[in-house]
């Protein structure tokens, strides 16, 4: 049976490869400083399992001195010219657009595939292992049919690798930054905090905290599903629920996507927000952000009504 | 009261742009010892969280696939499929992308789409060269702008679906904090809740993309 752990390994590897192919990048000052930091994530896909809570805590620590210390970054030039992918797009054209394709619809034949079918791969991360499938499937179509030179995605993808930089693991950092929160209680505090800021006796007034806590929490920790425990506790149940009787439903569900509302609007939601910001080589790493906040304000006051009206 | 000192951190960090994995790590170290953890616990603490969520960083496996496309003219692609369909215009591709992204994830499939998977390759170069097909060339600020709503667009299509499936995290989230206060709550009421919210969404960032398309169009005209 497939599970998790493939997957991992081919990431290990993958890793492991853009560590080689870039530690080789003599146009690059940056090598040694670039090979380190995706060799040890390469490890860390590879052997995290067996280093320990400690171990994989020093490990952390690397990574985090090699990018803070600015070891880390992309080689200039070294594009292929617009006019020779303009040439290729032209004899290749739909083709391309075929192996793009496969990624997505090997995530989502796999994912009823291994749900209806048992044993194959772990039902639990059927998109995972099967996005990875999809991987591995467009990579051996576009060798067969492109024939390019034997490490030419690897270069390519190394190259879209070091222009993401460390914001690459950005999400996972942050996640573990939720980690030691929860277990240091801020959750409780901020909950505490909100909970007595509510004017007494305004029902509306208990509604807008509520929305307006639920998005701000999320913009600290990056996550609704961070502060959604801590509000529901602090003023979803006694106030909204047990005081004025609301729709435990309606609070539950409408508040958690008041929540989303503050993803789209913090830097802490990495993988939303900054990531694709490297990914599409934006100048202004906030340029997501930006976009994003005229339909996050009104959508959090529409919720917020949506509660006040359909709970009560 | 004390553990709120790395919540302080990270905003005056983010703030004064210091590189995140520093800010993040400070206020790991802050809040854990403010909490009356040592130091060694902390590590221990974030390397166990760091381990449990590798799953997080699993999608970069997609960028040799990318990047193979990519050399063989993948995006220049995409441009010329838009150049040749007569009414593919910004708003209407972006509110196209926006609705189908909804839809995807409102049955669940939210991984089949994303930054990496389709709107590098495929979205932002189409939402450039539609914006291009009716303006002419863009501006840098204005590329920006277009490549910047379509990462915006795949966002608020993936919050604003993955509610209204049943088995999505944050569902079973919702269902065992109630169980845990009493309330038996169905899975299936919160996800009628959510549809309010999708068709909110969906309205306002549509009149959003309209109002994009409409404002490039001013500005090419002024130029």
């Not at chain 1, 995972?128 to 270069?155: D, E, T």
Request: glycine share 10%; proline share 4%; net charge neutral.
């Amino acid at each position: 049976m497939i599970t998790l752990g493939f997957v991992y390994v081919l990431a290990g590897l993958t890793f492991a490869a853009f560590a080689a192919l870039g530690l080789h990048d003599r146009s690059n000052p940056k090598r040694f400083g670039n090979a380190a930091f995706w060799g040890l994530l390469a490890l860390s896909m590879l052997a995290g399992d067996y280093l320990g809570d400690f171990g994989n805590g020093l490990l952390v620590l690397a990574l985090v001195a090699i990018a803070g210390a600015g070891r880390i970054g992309r080689a200039p030039g070294g594009d292929i010219p617009a006019e020779v992918q303009a040439t290729r797009a032209a004899t290749h054209g739909n083709f391309l657009l075929l192996v793009a394709l496969i990624i997505p619809a090997a995530a989502l034949a796999g994912t009823f595939l291994f749900k209806w079918v048992p044993g194959l791969a772990d039902p639990k991360q059927a998109t995972l292992i099967s996005l990875a499938l999809g991987v591995l499937i467009a990579l051996a179509v576009g060798m067969a049919r492109l024939k390019p030179p034997a490490l030419l995605p690897l270069q390519q993808g190394r190259r879209l690798l070091d222009s993401v930089g460390w914001a690459a693991i950005l999400p996972q950092m942050l996640a573990s930054l939720g980690a030691v929160f929860a277990l240091a209680g801020v959750g409780e505090v901020v909950g505490t905090l909100i909970g007595t800021a509510i004017p007494e006796g305004s029902l509306f007034g208990a509604t807008l905290a509520f929305g307006l806590g639920m998005a701000l929490f999320t913009m600290v920790m990056g996550n609704a599903f961070a502060a959604f425990p801590v509000m529901m506790a602090a003023v979803g149940l006694p106030l909204l629920i047990e005081q004025y009787d609301g729709d435990p439903a309606v609070v539950a569900a409408i508040g958690m996507l008041a929540g989303f509302c503050g993803t789209l609007m913090t830097p802490m939601a990495a993988n939303f927000n900054l990531v694709p910001a490297a990914l599409l080589e934006l100048k202004n790493p906030y340029g997501v952000i930006k976009a994003q906040i005229g339909t996050a304000v009104p959508l959090l006051a529409m919720n917020i009504v949506f509660i006040w009206l359909f709970a009560f | 009261m004390l553990v709120l000192i790395g919540i302080l951190i990270i905003i005056a960090g983010f703030l004064l742009r210091f590189n995140p994995l520093l800010v993040i790590m400070a206020s790991a170290l802050a809040t854990g010892l403010a909490a009356g953890l040592d130091i060694v616990a902390i590590v221990a603490a974030f390397g166990k969280a760091f381990n449990d969520t590798r799953y997080v960083s699993i999608i970069w496996i997609v960028l040799p696939v990318i990047g193979l496309l990519e050399a063989y003219g993948l995006q220049q692609h995409a441009r010329s499929l838009i150049d040749r369909m007569k009414g593919a215009t910004l708003g209407r591709l972006l509110t196209g992308y926006l609705l189908l992204r909804q839809a995807m994830a409102a049955v669940g499939l939210t991984s089949v789409a994303g930054h990496a998977q389709t709107v590098r390759p495929l979205v932002a170069p189409m939402a450039e060269a539609a914006a291009e097909a009716r303006n002419g060339a863009l501006t840098d600020d204005q590329r920006e702008e277009v490549k910047a709503f379509a990462a915006a667009t795949d966002n608020v299509g993936l919050f604003f679906g993955e509610d209204i499936f049943l088995a999505i995290g944050s569902i079973l989230l919702m269902k065992g904090l109630l169980d845990g206060y009493g309330y038996q709550i169905e899975p299936l009421h919160f996800s009628l809740w959510a549809i309010p919210t999708a068709i909110a969404a969906f309205l306002i960032h549509g009149l959003r993309l309209r109002h994009l398309e409409k404002r490039m169009m001013k500005q090419e005209a002024s130029a």
